[in-house]
């Protein structure tokens, strides 16, 4: 069967696309809420849509993406991620450089804003649907931030995701201790952490 010239533009759209890139494939406001309306596509947050029948994907993660690039998972989401913590938090950890505001979005998300300077320390990228991606703290530095933070998120945190970090294979304390160094809120307690544990 034919594509119609409603549909036409909407396969040539990501599986999440954003009004602008709705109306510059050609797709009117009006007909934009008929498919909504109908079904073939879904609002997961305000002006951000997606195409019925697209893998599943976490939406609340791909709507804090896209409205905050910056956004970092961190803390117990990103232990998680890398398989040192078993805890599965009700809304992940996401950081933000200080000074920059939460997005208005429905998603539900634990906020905390880190250090301009240090922001970019030990992130990566995680992809979650198409191009979009959101940032992720690799294990070290989720462990830094973990002992860092041990005042509001506890003592246990970082010391279990310690734990299970070094039994990992390739695990090297000593640049642990060299990246902690730029945080000193943690450097001290990490060192009597690794003392005990090693």
């Known amino acids: 069967m034919p594509k119609t010239a409603s549909t036409q533009p909407l396969s040539a759209l990501p599986a999440t696309f954003t009004y602008a890139q709705a109306r510059h494939a050609g797709l009117s406001k009006h007909t934009l809420y008929r498919l ?5 596509v879904a ?18 993660l791909i709507a804090i993406a896209v409205k905050a690039p910056r956004a970092t998972l961190c803390l117990e989401t990103a232990l ?4 040192l913590s078993d805890a599965i938090p009700v809304a992940p950890d ?11 979005t429905d998603a539900l998300a634990r906020w905390h804003h880190f250090a301009p300077a240090t922001f970019d320390i030990g992130r990566e990228q995680l ?7 959101i940032g992720l703290y690799d294990a070290p530095r989720s462990i830094i931030d973990a ?8 003592h246990e945190l970082g010391y279990e995701a310690l734990r299970r ?25 990490l060192r009597m952490a690794l003392a005990a544990l090693l």
């Not at 609002?43 to 609340?60: F, K, N, V």
């Not at 996401?94 to 208005?104: C, D, M, Q, S």
């Not at 992809?127 to 991606?133: E, P, R, T, Y």
Request: cysteine-free; charged content about 25%.
């Open 36 to 40: 909504r309306e109908g079904g073939r």
């Open 43 to 60: 609002a997961i947050s305000r002006g951000l849509y997606r195409q019925a029948g697209a893998e599943p994907a976490d939406t609340d």
């Open 80 to 83: 998680a991620r890398h398989g």
């Open 94 to 104: 996401v950081a933000l450089p200080r000074g920059t505001r939460i997005p208005a």
């Open 127 to 133: 992809a979650l649907d198409g191009a979009i991606s």
């Open 147 to 154: 002992f860092r933070m041990r005042a509001t998120e506890g």
């Open 165 to 189: 970090w070094l039994r990992a294979s390739g695990s090297q304390p000593g640049q642990l201790i060299r990246l902690a160094g730029q945080f000193p809120k943690a450097e001290t307690p």
